[in-house]
């Protein structure tokens, strides 16, 4: 089983920056599409950033310009750089991965780290 941890959340304040990090460690083979999503008290989970494992990446709106989504394949790490915050942006933030293992593909998440943007 594949176990993913996040970093790097906190308390900042408008215009501020965060980079989170999520690292992945189990047993696999490889790992495909890693996301980024974030989930607001009382709002459903919305995906933020995505990344191949070859490096194309995909923005939500609300985010272009401003967030940077990266990745270690060698670390098998991936990253979440967030510059000019709001207080939108507040929210518990996690990553998800498309992992190739012993058992075969799936999805695995990790337990999230609180982001917080004040005025």
């Known amino acids: 089983q594949v176990h993913l941890v996040e970093s790097g959340g906190g308390l900042v304040q408008s215009g501020g920056s965060l980079r989170l990090s999520c690292v992945a460690s189990?047993?696999?083979?490889?790992?495909?599409?890693m996301n980024w999503y974030r989930q607001a008290p009382g709002k459903q989970r919305d995906l933020v950033a995505s990344i191949t494992r070859v490096g194309i990446t995909n923005y939500a709106d609300s985010v272009k310009g401003r967030f940077t989504i990266s990745r270690d394949n060698a670390k098998n790490t991936v990253y979440l750089q967030m510059n000019s915050l709001k207080p939108e942006d507040t929210a518990v933030y996690y990553c998800?991965?498309?992992?190739?293992?012993?058992?075969?593909?799936?999805?695995?998440w990790g337990q999230g780290t609180q982001v917080t943007v004040s005025s």
């Open positions: 189990g047993r696999m083979f490889s790992i495909n599409t």
């Open positions: 998800d991965a498309a992992v190739v293992g012993p058992s075969g593909s799936y999805d695995t």
